[in-house]
């Protein structure tokens, strides 16, 4: 293994505790302050791969909701937990699937939308 590969391993291997720690132990102590400190939320990254919905996000310990009808997600929307099988209907070509990450207190960050392919053209 070169220098070079194992300096870019100990960083990946350094970036991952970081995260890590961020996402599921710092963020929600912020969170649970009286008065909790505004902090940006990540932008989920949402793609239709070969009739499967996939999605990611920067922090661990956020939770990603999303709706497959183009509205906003909101608490209620559904929870993104891991890829799953979807085939838009006819009625729903030309749709959007919009995705968003939400904090330990309920706050939402940006929405993903993520346009769905029209056969019409």
Same mark, same amino acid.
């Given at each position: 293994?070169?220098?070079?590969?194992a300096r =870019?391993a100990?960083?990946d291997? /350094?970036?991952? *505790?970081?995260?890590?720690r961020?996402? =599921?132990?710092t963020?929600p102590?912020?969170?649970?302050? /009286?008065?909790?400190? /505004? &902090?940006?939320l990540?932008?989920?990254?949402?793609?239709l791969q070969?009739g499967?919905?996939?999605?990611n996000?920067e922090?661990?310990?956020?939770?990603?909701r999303?709706?497959?009808?183009?509205?906003e997600?909101?608490?209620q929307?559904?929870? &993104?937990?891991?890829?799953f099988a979807?085939?838009?209907?006819?009625?729903? *070509?030309?749709a959007q699937? =919009?995705?968003? /990450?939400?904090?330990?207190?309920?706050r939402?960050g940006r929405?993903?939308v993520?346009?769905l392919?029209s056969?019409t053209g």
């Amino acid at each position: 293994m070169s220098d070079m590969a194992a300096r =870019r391993a100990a960083q990946d291997a /350094a970036w991952a *505790e970081f995260s890590q720690r961020l996402g =599921r132990h710092t963020l929600p102590r912020l969170d649970s302050l /009286a008065v909790p400190p /505004a &902090y940006r939320l990540p932008v989920p990254g949402v793609v239709l791969q070969d009739g499967v919905l996939h999605a990611n996000l920067e922090l661990p310990g956020l939770t990603m909701r999303y709706t497959l009808d183009g509205s906003e997600p909101d608490a209620q929307a559904a929870v &993104y937990t891991a890829p799953f099988a979807w085939a838009p209907s006819p009625a729903q *070509e030309g749709a959007q699937v =919009r995705m968003a /990450a939400f904090s330990s207190n309920g706050r939402k960050g940006r929405s993903a939308v993520l346009d769905l392919p029209s056969s019409t053209g």
